[in-house]
Nanobody, 122 residues
Framework: QVQLVESGGGLVQAGGSLRLSCAAS????????MGWFRQAPGKEREFVAA????????YYVDSVKGRFTISRDNAKNTVYLQMNSLKPEDTAVYYC???????????????WGQGTQVTVSS
């Protein structure tokens, strides 16, 4: 089992950058694939990015390709989401999640964090 805690959200102007972090507890962090999801007001939660357990594979939703980068530091039990060139439509609560790579890619991971708010002003 793993507990996830996100941080790094906030208010930023369009075109700006933020880096989200997700700290995981547990000694088996390196065995999990990790992902980021987001949910905007009035919308369903959507997949944003995933990274495999040994960092060889990453996957992004089309809307963030070239702007967002997912990475992980297994020594620190932390996964990151670097968000550049932010747009108002990126405004959402961002969640990190953990499970197998397939489960994360298909939007059905077992473990979720509590979320962190990202607001992009125009």
């Amino acid at each position: 089992q793993v507990q996830l805690v996100e941080s790094g959200g906030g208010l930023v102007q369009a075109g700006g950058s933020l880096r989200l972090s997700c700290a995981a507890s547990g000694r088996t962090f390196s065995s999990y694939a990790m992902g980021w999801f987001r949910q905007a007001p009035g919308k369903e939660r959507e997949f944003v990015a995933a990274i495999s357990s040994i960092r060889t594979r990453t996957y992004y939703v089309d809307s963030v390709k070239g702007r967002f980068t997912i990475s992980r530091d297994n020594a620190k039990n932390t996964v990151y989401l670097q968000m550049n060139s932010l747009k108002p439509e990126d405004t959402a609560v961002y969640y990190c999640a953990a499970d197998t790579y397939v489960a994360v890619r298909t939007g059905s991971p077992t473990y979720w964090g509590q979320g962190t708010q990202v607001t992009v002003s125009s």
